[in-house]
């Protein structure tokens, strides 16, 4: 019999988590909360909120302790799909505002359009938000094979309008068909909903699925109906006694069994031992300002818009089969939104060598080791904050230093915000043990431990944020100048060490410098009043018309046809 040292050195020659020699090329669920926070989880420490379904899912996987995103959503929604820091693609400046004419440029190919190469089938169930003027720049042009949700920043939960400014309109679609008729309904469930029905389909069919459940929560709805949630789930709640904070709870709850479910649907048909599953936020929570929400990312400092911590330290874990096997929950090595493109399309199986120009690298086998040892792992000691050339922001992380110039808003988000410590919920391992997810973790893997308590507790205690740096000699206030941290020793941002520690200031400096160099222009631009609903049966659509064509075969808008004839009539000119 030679199978089998054959089978052992097949084993052996293939990673934990890739597909590559496996016959079984993993479904990838990725669930992307919208402006959670640091501190709305219980696997960071938080004592008011109920996260059971999420944080099972977390300690029985990999939490990423040090993940980052971008400060904002439209960036850090096409650093996601593009691999690519947003200074590559123009999308580095302010969210898209709804009539924008502006998108996500066709020349980047997207972590969908990557796995659809690998045969995969591509979903998007939920918010798009990178552009959509011309149906050229919609999900389903731009890799998906489905979209069931919207495109905008956010909607009502309940009667799924934007209101912009001073205009209004509908925003749900499946695909080009308005979902006009789903109002009344709350999106986080109706999102939840598509996704079981994906994930039902799946199990009927021969390819893996990509699906990214891209949810509403836990956005603020529109301004007056800040929060919304479904009347009866508020009651849960009543032990928080700042009401905003309560009603998000409710929010978060939602979010947490909507996770619950999907788990479920997956063990239900199957597919849990064959799935990687993602659980992060697209930044941090927005406790006051624009758009609050009453998230929290305590104690980290500042809010969404900001690079300050609490603005781009974002909640992720990562979750299969095989990571559940092992004793370690916590990797603790610098991680980047654009690391889950090169990421995910290796685990899927795709030659890394197919990728070019990515700023992410694969941290596959930093997930797939078994913890001990991480610093081996340690790809990154670099991470491009952003730079936002139009408003003069800027930040870089490296190795433990973080250097910040500007400030946005004169400095109104940059403090230290939502701390509901005396907001006491009582964390429980009966809470835990009587999540969705861990019965079926616990039914699919019988010799599996799912929530042993020294390991939740140590878990736990490891990824809870101390502030406890005294003798803070000089404060950071970026109204006044550039900042810079040492956030080993400072992961609250106390203290601004840019006059003490000028030569790694400096360092600091010219490596942003590099990077300014070499950015795309950011592509905002002004409003088209041609996108008011109101022009187009009251609702957001893509208000210039177009079609859904793949990225290379879309016909030229006017203006390029007209440019690269003049450059084709140059070209003639110089050869004669
Ligand atoms: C909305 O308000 C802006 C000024 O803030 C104005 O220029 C624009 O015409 C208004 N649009 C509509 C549809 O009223
Ligand atoms: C709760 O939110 C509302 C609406 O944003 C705001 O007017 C109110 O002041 C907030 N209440 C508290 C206690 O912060
Ligand atoms: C971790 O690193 C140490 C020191 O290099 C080594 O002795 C140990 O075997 C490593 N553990 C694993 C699981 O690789
Ligand atoms: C900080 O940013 C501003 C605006 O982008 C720039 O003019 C200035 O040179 C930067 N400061 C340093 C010290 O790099
Ligand atoms: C900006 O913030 C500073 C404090 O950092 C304050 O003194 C100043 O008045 C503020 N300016 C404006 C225009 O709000
Ligand atoms: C406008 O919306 C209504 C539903 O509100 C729909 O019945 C109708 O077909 C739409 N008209 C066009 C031109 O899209």
């Known amino acids: 019999m030679s199978s089998g040292p054959l089978l052992v050195v097949l084993v052996l020659a293939c990673s934990l988590l890739s597909a590559r020699c496996a016959p079984n090329r993993p479904h990838i669920v990725f669930i992307l909360a919208d402006d959670l926070g640091w501190n709305d989880v219980g696997f960071t420490g938080n004592s008011d909120l109920q996260t059971p379904n999420i944080d099972t899912l977390a300690y029985s996987g990999r939490i990423l302790s040090h993940y980052y995103a971008q400060p904002t959503c439209t960036p850090s929604r096409a650093a996601l799909l593009t691999g690519k820091y947003p200074i590559r693609t123009g999308m580095q400046g302010y969210p898209l505002s709804p009539s924008e004419p502006r998108a996500l440029p066709l020349d980047h190919k997207t972590l969908p359009e990557y796995l659809k190469d690998l045969g995969y089938q591509t979903h998007l169930v939920g918010k798009w938000h990178l552009g959509y003027y011309d149906w050229k720049f919609t999900p389903l042009a731009r890799g998906f094979d489905t979209?069931?949700?919207?495109?905008?920043?956010?909607?009502?939960?309940?009667?799924?309008?934007?209101?912009?400014?001073?205009?209004?309109?509908?925003?749900?679609?499946?695909?080009?068909?308005?979902?006009?008729?789903?109002?009344?309904?709350?999106?986080?469930?109706?999102?939840?909903?598509?996704?079981?029905?994906?994930?039902?389909?799946?199990?009927?069919?021969?390819?893996?699925?990509?699906?990214?459940?891209?949810?509403?929560?836990?956005?603020?709805?529109?301004?007056?109906?800040?929060?919304?949630?479904?009347?009866?789930?508020?009651?849960?709640?009543?032990?928080?006694?700042?009401?905003?904070?309560?009603?998000?709870?409710?929010?978060?709850?939602?979010?947490?069994?909507?996770?619950?479910?999907?788990?479920?649907?997956?063990?239900?048909?199957?597919?849990?031992?064959?799935?990687?599953?993602?659980?992060?936020?697209?930044?941090?929570?927005?406790?006051?300002?624009?758009?609050?929400?009453?998230?929290?990312?305590?104690?980290?400092?500042?809010?969404?818009f900001t690079m300050f911590e609490g603005g781009i330290r974002t909640v992720a874990a990562v979750w299969n089969a095989q990571i559940h096997g092992q004793e370690y929950a916590s990797l603790t090595s610098l991680f980047h939104v654009t690391d889950w493109l090169p990421t995910l399309y290796e685990a899927a199986g795709g030659d890394l060598t197919d990728l070019s120009g990515m700023d992410g690298k694969s941290q596959l086998t930093s997930i797939a080791n078994d913890g001990e040892n991480d610093s081996q792992y340690n790809l990154r000691s670099e991470i491009l904050l952003n730079v936002d050339e139009r408003l003069g922001l800027s930040g870089i992380r490296y190795k433990n230093w973080k250097y910040l110039n500007g400030s946005y808003l004169n400095g109104s988000y940059e403090d230290h915000f939502g701390d509901y410590r005396n907001e006491l919920y009582t964390y429980s391992m009966a809470d835990l043990a009587k999540s969705e997810v861990a019965k079926d973790l616990k039914t699919k893997f019988p010799s599996l431990p799912v929530n042993n308590k020294a390991h939740v507790s140590e878990i736990r205690r490891e990824n809870t944020i101390q502030c406890d740096k005294k003798d803070v000699r000089s404060k950071c206030n970026l109204v006044e100048g550039p900042c810079l941290f040492n956030l080993h020793l400072d992961p609250c941002e106390q203290e601004n060490l840019y006059s003490e520690e000028q030569d790694i200031a400096i360092i600091l400096q010219a490596k942003l410098d590099t990077y300014r160099s070499q950015i795309t222009p950011q592509l905002n631009t002004v409003d088209d009043p041609a996108g008011n609903p109101k022009l187009h049966n009251d609702s957001w659509m893509p208000w210039r018309g177009g079609s859904i064509c793949r990225r290379d075969q879309c016909p030229r808008s006017a203006a390029t046809t007209f440019f690269s004839s003049k450059l084709c009539f140059a070209g003639v000119i110089g050869i004669f």
């Open 147 to 304: 979209h069931f949700g919207y495109m905008n920043g956010f909607v009502g939960y309940y009667d799924h309008y934007m209101n912009a400014k001073n205009m209004s309109g509908h925003d749900f679609w499946r695909g080009t068909q308005q979902q006009k008729h789903l109002k009344g309904r709350y999106m986080t469930d109706l999102l939840t909903e598509e996704t079981e029905r994906l994930i039902e389909a799946a199990a009927e069919n021969e390819n893996p699925i990509f699906l990214l459940l891209s949810h509403l929560a836990v956005h603020s709805g529109n301004p007056g109906k800040d929060h919304e949630y479904p009347e009866d789930d508020i009651k849960r709640f009543s032990y928080i006694k700042d009401e905003n904070r309560s009603k998000y709870a409710a929010m978060v709850w939602n979010l947490d069994k909507s996770v619950g479910r999907v788990v479920k649907a997956l063990a239900k048909n199957d597919l849990l031992d064959n799935t990687l599953i993602v659980v992060t936020s697209d930044n941090g929570a927005q406790t006051r300002g624009l758009y609050a929400n009453d998230g929290s990312n305590y104690p980290l400092r500042g809010l969404k």
